[in-house]
Structure formats: C-alpha cells, structure tokens
Nanobody, 123 residues
C-alpha cells in the first residue's frame, strides 16, 4: 500500500522561507516522479514543481521559478520543496503527488497523493 505524507508547513511572514518535505513508502521510490501541487481557497489544484528520478530533470510553474527549489533524497525516500521569498498568494494547502516515469504538470497524471499541508503567508 502506497503512503505519502507531507510535513513542514506552517505560518510565515511575507518574504520568509519554508521547507516542505514529502515521504513516500510502499513503492519503488526510484522509479517515481515526485511533484508538488497546491490549492488555495476557492481555487483548483495547481502545479508547483516536479522532479524525475534520479533528479536530473525538474519542472516549475512560472509562479515558482526563481523562488522555489524541488529536490529529492533517494536514500530517504523523500522529496523537498524549498520556498523562499514567500508571498501572500503562496498561501494554500500543498500536496505531494507521485507517478511513474516522466514529469508532468497535470494533476490527472499523478497516481498517489498525500493529505496536504497548510502553508500560510502573512503580511
């Protein structure tokens, strides 16, 4: 059974930083692309960033480029999202998803999801 768990969210001031973590179990981690999506209140889930295995290729939403960095630690079955220069519009529930093979920015392409974690950026 696949299990995905996010951690590291919380409250931060505008301009601050947070590091989200996602731990996956029950799958062959090294075969799987990992990604972060987010969902703000009254909005749909949107793509943030994705990384393939072994981490040679990354894909970012325009809103994340230059501020967020996705990385993975294969030994620990984890993927991370370092978020810097946070803005109020980054406030959302952040979800970690996994899929086989290549990266994708489409929510429908991902097979397994975590429960999500709240990130709140206050001014």
């Amino acid at each position: 059974q696949v299990h995905v768990v996010e951690s590291g969210g919380g409250l931060v001031q505008t301009g601050g930083s947070l590091r989200l973590s996602c731990a996956a179990s029950g799958l062959i981690f090294r075969s799987y692309t990992m990604a972060w999506f987010r969902q703000a209140p009254e909005k749909g889930r949107e793509f943030v960033a994705a990384i393939d295995w072994p981490g040679a290729y990354t894909l970012y939403a325009d809103s994340a480029k230059g501020r967020f960095t996705i990385s993975r630690g294969n030994a620990k079955n984890a993927v991370y999202l370092q978020m810097n220069s946070l803005k109020s519009e980054d406030t959302a529930v952040y979800y970690c998803g996994t899929r086989r093979y290549s990266v994708s920015n489409s929510e429908d392409d991902y097979d397994y999801w975590g429960q999500g974690i709240q990130v709140t950026v206050s001014s």
